[in-house]
């Protein structure tokens, strides 16, 4: 049986080795296709930004910040990657944009200052979660 040690050694580690392998294989696979769905969002979420910006500016609507954008275009992805857009996932993801837009816009109320006490006194006791700096 001492002779036969070393060789089985050397195929339990062979077959970890391969494992150990494949699994890295994997795992880098998930990583370059999460990497593509992020960068197809974005490149979607900067493309339709720009071509809404003429049409902003000519109708005096407010200009979106490019954040709602890129969320609402990775939840579209996400969507699409699960099989799961229909028009009401439409309608909820639009539902999801606007209330990130109420957001943006109540960024305005909070200060600029990372002092709570700061804060506090020039919003009623209303302090922001971040601190409030927007720098």
Do not use: C, W
């Not at 699960?82 to 606007?98: Q, Y």
């Amino acid at each position: 049986m001492e002779s036969y040690f070393p060789l089985l050694i050397g195929f339990f580690g062979a077959i970890i080795g391969a494992a150990a392998s494949i699994t890295a294989v994997f795992v880098q696979a998930k990583s370059a296709e999460r990497r593509h769905k992020m960068r197809l969002a974005a490149e979607l979420a900067l493309e339709d930004y720009k071509l809404r910006l003429p049409l902003i500016e000519k109708f005096g609507s407010e200009r979106p910040p490019l954040p709602v954008f890129l969320d609402y275009y990775l939840s579209l992805v996400a969507e699409i990657d699960a099989g799961t857009i229909d028009s009401k996932r439409i309608v909820e993801l639009r539902r999801r944009n606007d209330r990130l837009m109420e957001a943006f816009r109540n960024l305005a109320d909070y200060p600029l200052s990372d002092d709570p006490n700061e804060a506090a006194e020039m919003h009623q006791g209303h302090v922001p979660p971040s601190g409030g700096n927007r720098e």
